[in-house]
């Protein structure tokens, strides 16, 4: 698929209508329902579509360094590929209410593991013994894949989803 930026005529004919984004299998695609009067403006309807000046996008690849693949376009000094360095997402940012609730979950949670026996891999058959009364009622976690989580519940044993990622305590410094 192939994204072109858009505009129209607007309403009175004129250049510089409204700007927008279309998707196209191909430019003979764009090309062809243009020709068939199918591309039309979401904004006001008009036919009159063309194709808007569009600045490509030069991204590295995300497994090359700072100096790979990266050539020089005609007139760019050889800095000007560093401007174009994508940043790093930063997560969004939650209400001040949401992250005191996320908080009292991760204490809930740390408190909740405390009391509770790791079993590692060995939950689903550990949680078992316990529920069919093999071995001592004991409050445990561990690993589980989604289809052992699946099979335990469809058996009637209560798990739930550790909420936050844990580290296998062999793993902790």
Known sequence: MIVFDLTCGGLTGGSGGHRFEGWFASSEDFAAQQARGLVTC?????????KA??????????NQGAGQGTGTLVGESVAAPQAMTPRPAQPPSLPPEAMAMLHK?????AEALKSSR??????????????????????????ASLH???ALAKEGIMVAPILFP???PDQIN
């Open 42 to 50: 979401p904004h006001c309807g008009s036919a009159e579509v063309s």
């Open 53 to 62: 000046p569009m600045a490509p996008n030069l991204a590295r690849k995300g």
């Open 148 to 150: 052992e989580a699946e």
């Open 105 to 109: 979950i991760a204490a809930a949670q």
């Open 118 to 143: 790791w079993v590692g891999k060995s939950f689903a058959e550990d949680a078992r013994a316990i529920h069919y009364g093999e071995r001592e009622a004991e409050p445990i976690h561990g690993e």
């Open 166 to 168: 844990l580290a296998p």
